[in-house]
């Protein structure tokens, strides 16, 4: 039997006749969406490991295990078709979570006739669920016994997807031009990418005599393909034609830049005619400051000897890469969460670096002839910039900068350093060049300005820094790294300069400038703590959106008005069983206790769709987004949004919590709640209602504003999803998301059929998605009759601020006329010409 590393034989884990997959009878498992695998259909009552390896899931309801192998192959063993729904009846697990076990080890014994009698199909699987990485390829597909050889599994090269990649059928050829600005880039480059991997077909981009894979995200940066020049696309494969027609779409369609990002400041170089004491370079975040320097230095490392053990060496690289991959993971998803969307896309685009064929090839080739993980990762990354910076574009050369962060952050994780920095708050850092990580984390550290001896004023880590607000210059030369640690310096972005030697009139001079910028900022938060008044006397309640009651702290102390939105998903995702009642209720009030006397809008729960718990089965969709998601779950799965019912109605006080229904399409389901909150209360002998919110979200509910706020308390609009329902754009959609913005005029006029249906019963209007959250629309939401914002909690000071200097009739009166806009972008453009942003 051949196991190493790479390559592993699976034995039979039942017996009985061998199927191909496309042969199950379920169009999940048939379609390979789960990974490559095999079935069998069993004439045994026992489930036995194919191979040696870890437990590291068992399902709640004792139908499926999954097992890790030694060589990193992740197998999901699934007994039977739809037997979840069996709820573990007839199925007894042998093994725990964690357990190690050995090949043919007895994992899980059932019923064969009972689970034979009760669900669709007794046919079993054993998926590969990481195919990405590994293959499977049937040895036999006759009747097997338990213990027989049945699949081989085979580690996938670097540039496996490629050799992977289907073949058979005919080339389709194309030529297009490309839209994006400044060429096939990083950000472009990744999404051709991800729009190449949805087909089976090999795609290949081919200009000025060079060809790239798509797969490889350096392969197609190294084309240099410019704005505007045009390549030819080929693709190979079944799917060729329509993978071309993707492909040509994704090239020729421009990603567009994100709408509220901060305008990019001016690229200009400054005339480097000497001037004693300053340093010349170019503007990349505009800002004036005054602080400490403080000299930041890359990773260098000792020479090295070579002969190392290739196997060794390769898991250690393997491990970082892993340890990698999952803090930009968590990056990415908080940059999700927070709605910053150049963040997500470079972010996104380091991601798919990582995973790059030629990267992995060369660090591999070299540590198989004995060279040093660290050196290998290195060697190949400088290889690779080497290339970049030889095409002759200013614009990939910078895309260098992503590389070397990966390298910086890899070569952290080999050494086992701890990758954090210990900058103190006000100093202005200087480096060779920062890269977008190292940008994260100092701006959490409260730094004042950013100063580079490299790097470019369009680099990844020029657009964070303008989204932050942090002035930022690069291309300073490097007689910047010469300069000595804590001398005060004065960085002055927008004239391109920095002042080693400032006077002290110059420094009390910036340090005022400085002062008055953050007097305002902490004005604004000395007064977040008072109620928000328009200038002609209308009240605007300023709340927050949080997810847990750490938040709701943060959120008080930033002068919220109450919480706006509790969305309670948090309770539910990230764990293998449900919350029970008394869990719920004590999370709740925590939320309650922590707001003092506010109150408090508790969303039920928004699962169902994509969003899927292990313990909460649900079918599986073709359109998950318009499937059993938000309130709809109570079509299925009753007895939970009950137990959560239950929950509320036992916080208190009850008339501080407000609860909130989501996804909301008819009246119907509005009352449905009602009556169960009702039967509830008299069965708890409850007497008090809490009030009961809709959240529009739905056009549908929209266009019912009316008839639906006859029976709710408030209408709270959630503009995030209402954005992808109007728009069709689904609000994820990395390609789409500068597109998905909720100033669309077709959202502001079903915002003001919202708030006019709701004046009709005399309810209020809140809004708690993102637009809430964005200075330029509070004038518009206020003007439509919006009385409530709820935004993220360290935004409360600002938007009361923008409150504060509004005049409502003024509001209303230039709100209609945006009603006639034809487009967001048109919308922005007034808003900032009518209510500039100070
Ligand atoms: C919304 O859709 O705007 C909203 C607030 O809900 P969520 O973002 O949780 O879907
Ligand atoms: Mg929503």
Redesign the pocket.
Known sequence: MHNNNKELTLSAPLSGPVLTLAKVPDPVFASGAMGDGIAIDPLNDTLHAPCAGVVVHVARTGHAITLRADNGAELLLHLGLDTVELQGEGFSMLVKEGARVSNGQPLLRYDLDRVAQQCKSLVSLMILTNSQDFQARPITLKSVKVGEPLLHIIRRQASGAQAEADLSGETFVGHIRIAHRGGLHARPAALIRQTAQGFKSKSQLHFAGKSAICDSLIGLMGLAVGEQDEVQVSCQGTDAEAALQALLIALSTALAEAPHAVAPAPVTRHNRTAEAGVLHGVCAAAGLVSGPLFRLNAISLPMDAGSHDPAQQLHALDTALTAVRSEIGSTLAQAKKHKHIDEEAIFAAHLALLEDPALLDAANASIDRGMAATHAWSQSIDQQCEVLAQLGSPLLAERANDLRDLKQRVLRALLGETWHYDVPAGAIVAAHELTPSDLLQLSQQGVAGLCMAEGGATSHVAILARGKGLPCMVALGSTLLDQQQGQAVVLDADSGRLELLPTAERLSQVRQAQLDHQQRRAEQQTQAHHPALTLDGLHIEVAA?VASSAEAADALAHGADGVG?L?TEFLFVDRNTAPDEEEQRSAYQAVLDAMGEKSVII?TI?VGGDKQLDYLPLPIEANPVLGLRGIRLAQVRPEILDQQLRALLHVSPLSRCRILL?MITEVEELLHIRQRLDALCSELGVSERPQLGV?I?VPAAALLAEQLAEHADFLS??????SQYTLAMDRDHAGLASRVDAMHPALLRLIAQTCAGAALHKRWVGV???LASDPLATPVLIGLGVSELSVSPVQVGEIKDRVRHLDVAECRRISQSLLKLSSAAAVRHACHQQWPLS
Request: proline residues 6%; glycine residues 12%; charged residues 30%.
């Open positions: 959106n939105l969305r969303r928004d989501p959240m979200e609009i959630g503009t995030n999803d209402l708690c998605g993102a």
